[in-house]
């Protein structure tokens, strides 16, 4: 779901954003426990996740560091894109190394994150086939030192 219809959604209300809170906390937290503080019955609580993933509104995921997956070079590229910048949006996140994407205002157009097995790997990602998308002008790669903080926890408004 693209960001533009999901602002077009009604506003969450306060039970969806508990819920949405406590899953941030620990996204293994169980459904009983969610339903005690948000005053609903698990069963309610399943069916208000559910909502929320099929929606798109959320995703509950493993957070994992990719050196201990075997994926030795991480890198942020910044892209600037000749022409609409959609199409090499949608171009590029069909990557399967690639694995965030936003358009932004200001140097580069894309903000693209890379996760490869080697720098050989990460080569080949940029040089064969991110430059090679139709409307990619140029890149500038940012490899990743340490991770220093990764947070998925800033609530809701």
Known sequence: MTRKRARERAPLDDVAKAIIEQLQQ???RSYAAIGKVV?????????????????GVMQVVAVTDPLELGFARQAMVGVRVEGPIEPVAEAVSGL???DYVVVTAGS?????EVVAESDEHLLEIIS???????GVLATETFMYLRLHKQTYSWGVR
């Open 108 to 112: 580069y157009d894309l903000l693209v």
């Open 96 to 98: 399967p190394e690639v």
């Open 128 to 134: 064969g086939r991110l430059r090679a998308i139709e």
């Open 39 to 55: 005053g609903l019955s698990e069963a309610a609580v399943r069916q208000r996740v559910q909502r929320l993933t099929d929606s």
């Open 26 to 28: 620990d996204g293994r």
